[in-house]
């Protein structure tokens, strides 16, 4: 996920004429932060949505999970309590379980109890989930229906 991460979201700020520094300020992040993520490195989730906010396009799409750069009734920002629930339709839904995807390594056993206390996954284990189980980050996320 990561490789595809750097290379679209510099293409994005390649398309939109920016340098890595005029696209920190819009964010209001450090340049440092760009350069780390174009090298590879994974955003929290909030900073993912204001990447994905400047740009008008999904999470889905800047993690190389859709092809659709944005949906018609997306949301900007991220709604944390979103999550618990739509993780847990994809796991009914895939009839598995929290343990298999432990078993898998995609995910921690011991986290599913910060979960239900709305503490959110890092951005990378939410695209494992998606990918996994078939799901959007962008609904997990609330930022769709």
């Given at each position: 996920m990561n490789m595809k991460f750097s290379e679209i979201l510099n293409d994005?700020?390649?398309d939109n004429e920016l340098t890595k520094t005029?696209?920190?300020k819009k964010i209001n992040v450090a340049p440092s932060k760009i350069t780390g993520y174009l090298n590879g490195q994974i955003p929290a989730p909030k900073t993912v949505a204001k990447i994905c906010d400047y740009f008008m396009c999904?999470?889905?799409f800047?993690?190389?999970?859709s092809n659709e750069f944005c949906y018609?009734?997306?949301k900007n920002g991220y709604y944390p309590n979103c999550f618990?629930?739509?993780y847990q339709k994809l796991l009914t839904i895939n009839n598995t379980k929290h343990y298999r995807l432990a078993q898998k390594g995609i995910v921690n056993?011991?986290?599913?109890?910060r979960?239900?206390?709305g503490r959110l996954p890092q951005f990378e284990v939410l695209f494992n989930i998606a990918y996994e189980l078939g799901g959007s980050i962008d609904k997990m996320l609330g930022r769709i229906n």
């Open positions: 994005l700020i390649l005029q696209f920190a999904s999470m889905d800047i993690t190389g999970l018609p009734n997306i618990m629930p739509e056993m011991t986290c599913l109890t979960w239900k206390n």
